[in-house]
């Protein structure tokens, strides 16, 4: 059990059947009245962030979550396969596990796993991979003078939005968590 009093940024808790892990947290004392501790925390299975108070002395179960380096093998049908990479033992998660990064996922790709009593809670994909262009129209000459930018389509199939001077067959940096396009690749 802990206490809110020993909420810290990372700390995960159980409260209402459901896992959250604090992002944020302020002890107050104000001159009038009783403490309180101010938190904001994340669900950790649907990501949502809420702010609360909480009274210092109560209680909440502790999480401890095991985080395992994964590598992803391939998909079969809703299932995607990840293999440990000190273990070599190979794990079939559903693709709500994995959220928002499917996108992104890319075969061989390093991958951080959470689970919590034997279930996969959630998939974290690096926060910049680098994709190869498969699909995109040729950039207008001329049509610079502002920030233009095109649809593109990367090797995993997510649409993602580049500048014109980006063609098919070019390698680009994106930030997983926005889906942004951040440069070039170097090669």
């Known amino acids: 059990m802990i206490s809110a009093g020993d909420f810290r940024n990372g700390v995960c808790f159980e409260m209402d059947g459901q896992l959250y892990q604090v992002v944020e947290f302020q002890h107050v004392k104000p001159g009038k009245g009783a403490a309180f501790v101010r938190t904001k925390y994340r669900n950790i299975k649907t990501g949502a962030v809420v702010e609360n108070s909480f009274n210092p002395n109560e209680k909440y179960e502790e999480v401890q979550l095991n985080r395992d380096d994964m590598s992803y093998l391939y998909n079969d049908g ?58 995109c129209e040729p950039g207008v000459r001329g049509d610079t003078a502002t920030n233009a930018t095109k649809s593109a389509v990367v090797e995993t199939g997510a649409e993602i939005r580049v500048p014109l001077f980006i063609n098919q067959g070019d390698v680009i940096r994106i930030d997983t968590r926005t889906g942004d396009y951040m440069e070039r690749a170097k090669s």
Do not use: C, H, W
């Open 78 to 135: 809703n299932l995607y396969y990840f293999m440990n990479t000190e273990t070599f033992e190979q794990i079939p998660v559903n693709a709500d596990a994995i959220g928002d990064g499917l996108r992104f996922l890319k075969e061989n790709m390093e991958v951080r796993m959470m689970s919590y009593k034997g279930e996969v809670i959630s998939i974290e994909i690096p926060n910049f991979v680098e994709l190869e262009v498969t699909e």
